[in-house]
């Protein structure tokens, strides 16, 4: 690998300066992604391998980011899994065929794999393009922020829906969570095979959850999913909307890398955390609408709260809003870059 800054960082070595990749990265923010968005469906640009590396690629050559990620999305699992998935302009995606009832539940394919096989196509195409230059991140959801999409149908507010699941018949909640524990486990599985170099794990409305309902419905699935992979080598980074507050039970998931949200202080999260551990974040999304001066003060704060902490990847703490200019995007990266300790 020609850049090893997001490798060495993320196995917690000390780098010249922090290395930066941005949640949501290849996406709408971009008007290089409409050129290609306005030609294609949404899962049509996941499914055809040329198309996901192409939107790839959009960051990598445009940002200069420190690593790339796969362009896919997290629901794909539950498609393969049978739900019937669709993406629209504005309203985002929908489960035609929520998941309610044990009959729901019990329908659902575990066997699955093969559905996926244009991911691993994907990532074959991308590695080809990258070239070593940069690593490539695959992905998934986590159990529970999938299960929310099957359970409501498509995104929700408060998961009323997928709450109540929890609590009135929580051993369904259970055997569905399962189902999907296994097939992201093994889908993880068959994207390293594949080739990329890091994992990242995505529980983004963790948030919704209690202490108590989040170490029984999502940590212990994550755990398992992270003990199921074959990860010599490949750094696994655990996200979660809610990482301020329960970052010390993802831990115990034995991930390499925490992503953080914005909520916490950085370095206090790191300290708490057990050696090893690094830590990723955790700029509030929102700073990159504000001035440039105010973007630049803003990192530079971070870094120098940062300053000699090994095991520090910067990002957001949560993924660019689509409505961000791209020229804020653009100079954000230009200040990492820039930056020596
Ligand atoms: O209309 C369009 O052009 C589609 C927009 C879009 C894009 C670009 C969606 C629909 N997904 C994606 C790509 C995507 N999704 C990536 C690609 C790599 C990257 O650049 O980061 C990744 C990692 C995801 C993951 C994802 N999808 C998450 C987890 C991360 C996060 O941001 O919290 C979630 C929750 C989704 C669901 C999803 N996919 C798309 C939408 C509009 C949503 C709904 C979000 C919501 O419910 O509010």
Redesign the pocket.
């Known amino acids: 690998m020609k850049n090893n800054l997001f490798l060495d960082a993320a196995f917690s070595k000390q780098t010249e300066r922090p290395p930066v990749w ?7 923010f971009m008007p290089q ?2 050129e290609i ?1 306005n030609k294609y469906s ?1 899962l049509e ?2 499914k055809t391998p040329e198309i996901a590396a192409d ?2 690629m959009l ?1 990598v050559d445009l940002l200069g980011i420190d690593a790339a ?7 794909v699992t539950g498609e393969a899994m049978g739900g019937d998935l669709s ?4 309203v ?2 929908k489960f035609a065929n929520p998941v309610r009832t044990a009959k729901d539940v019990e329908a659902l394919n575990v066997d699955c794999l093969s559905e996926l096989q244009y991911v691993a196509d994907a990532i074959k195409v991308i590695q080809q393009r990258l070239n070593g230059s940069i690593p490539l991140i695959g ?1 998934a ?1 986590a159990p529970f ?1 999938v299960m929310s ?1 099957l359970v409501e149908g ?3 507010k408060d998961f009323k829906l997928t709450k109540l699941m929890l609590h009135n018949q929580p051993e369904l909640a259970h055997q569905l969570l399962a189902k999907i524990a296994k097939v992201t486990a093994e889908y993880l599985n068959l994207q390293i095979a594949a080739g990329v170099n890091a994992i ?1 794990v ?1 529980d ?2 963790a948030l919704a959850l209690s202490w108590n309902d989040y170490q029984e419905f999502s940590h212990r699935y994550i755990q398992e999913i992270i003990a199921n992979l074959n990860r010599k080598d490949i750094p696994v980074i655990s ?1 979660c ?1 809610g990482s301020s507050v329960f970052a010390s039970i993802m831990a115990e998931a034995k991930p390499d890398v925490i992503s953080v949200d914005w909520n916490a202080d950085l370095l206090n999260i790191k300290n708490a955390l057990p050696a090893g551990i690094a830590v990723q974040g955790n700029l509030d999304p929102h700073i990159l609408y504000a001035d440039k001066a105010v973007i630049k003060a803003q990192i530079h704060k971070l870094f120098e709260r940062m300053r000699g902490t090994e095991g520090f990847i910067f990002n957001l703490g ?3 809003m ?1 409505d961000i200019p791209f020229d804020n995007v653009k100079y954000a990266i230009e200040v990492v870059k820039e930056f020596k300790y």
Do not use: E, N
């Open positions: 941005m949640m949501r990265q290849a996406g709408r992604y409409w968005k949404f640009m996941c939107v790839t960051p990620i796969l362009f896919s999305d997290i629901l993406f629209t302009q504005g985002g995606p992905f959801g922020t999409y498509g995104s929700s990242q995505f983004s409305w996200f909307k949560h993924g660019i689509p």
